[in-house]
């Protein structure tokens, strides 16, 4: 733990905090010792969370509400930080449900924004500082609909296939640097989001949001992807591996179908 802290301190800024698997990567964080920036949009539940955290771990904890869609708006926040940022978690993500042809414009550019334009430009912007100090890590969230064509969360899909892209090309360059970059791509998680789009019973190898922020931290500076969970890799090989791509988007759609 003070091997983590040392390396990925003092702060960490977790992008897409207040509920879900960000604020489950705040407490896996608050548990190693990191001091915590955790950013989104509702300040209510932001104000809950670092109060609860402040309470139970010896962490300082600031929060700030921001649009990650507004790349502006974060550089600026960002920027006037006075902290030492050795970690950004980019958790947040914008995953409308329906078919391309029924998906608004505005809704297709808010994917790039939340889920590939501030992620690609909060890494720029954090790692100069990483590369300067030596150290540091960071973590983009994807998902294992990121690993083919995934019908019906097309457009989404395709902005989680960018991040593990970026981020294993990235941790090869940034390694030198002393810079850890590792993509999570999860199956499915219990979080708010999750269970408002999904209307059957859980798909098979969903995870707690716990488990799955311990799995990402605990993979950190050991290569440049993780799947979390037996079953979600197990799927992932089979996906990627041994089904033809058009059966395996074809099972993608099985499950997506359902989604609303
Ligand atoms: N849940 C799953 O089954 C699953 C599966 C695979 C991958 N993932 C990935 O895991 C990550 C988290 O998923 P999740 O299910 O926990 O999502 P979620 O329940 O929808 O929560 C996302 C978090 O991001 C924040 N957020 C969303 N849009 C934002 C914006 N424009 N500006 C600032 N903050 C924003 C939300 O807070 P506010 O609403 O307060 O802003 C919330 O704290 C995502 O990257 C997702 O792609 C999830």
Redesign the pocket.
């Known amino acids: 733990m003070t091997d983590f802290k040392t390396k990925y301190g003092p702060w960490a800024i977790v992008?897409?905090?207040?509920?879900?698997?960000?604020?489950a990567f705040a407490e896996a964080l608050a548990k190693r010792g990191v001091n915590l920036i955790l950013?989104?949009?509702?300040l209510d539940?932001l104000e809950l969370l670092a109060a609860e955290l402040g309470n139970k771990y010896t962490i300082e904890v600031k929060y700030h509400a921001?649009?990650?869609?507004d790349f502006q708006q974060t550089k600026l926040l960002v920027s006037q930080l006075e902290c030492t940022i050795g970690l950004l978690v980019y958790?947040?993500?914008?995953?409308p449900i329906g078919y391309f042809k029924d998906i608004a414009e505005e809704d297709l550019s808010k994917i790039v924004d939340?889920n590939i334009k501030t992620p690609l430009l909060l890494s720029k912007l954090v790692s100069t500082n990483m590369i300067s100090r030596g150290k540091g890590g960071i973590v983009l969230?994807?998902?294992?609909?990121g690993t083919q064509g995934s019908p019906k969360i097309a457009t989404y899909a395709a902005s989680?296939a960018f991040n593990v892209i970026l981020a294993e090309g990235i941790w090869h360059e940034l390694l030198k640097h002393g810079i850890d970059v590792l993509a999570t791509c999860?199956?499915?998680?219990t979080?708010?989001?999750?269970k408002t789009a999904q209307n059957t019973k859980d798909a098979p190898g969903t995870l707690d949001?716990n488990t799955v922020a311990e799995a990402t931290l605990n993979a950190l500076g050991k290569g440049p992807k993780i799947v979390p969970g037996f079953t979600n890799k197990l799927a992932h090989f089979f996906m990627g591996r041994i089904f033809s791509r058009k059966f395996a988007i074809s099972i993608m759609h099985k499950n997506t179908k359902d989604l609303s």
């Open positions: 992008a897409g905090a207040s509920e879900g698997l960000g604020a950013i989104a949009r509702r539940k921001v649009d990650l869609a958790n947040a993500a914008y995953a939340v969230m994807s998902s294992l609909a989680k999860a199956g499915a998680i979080t708010p989001g999750y949001a």
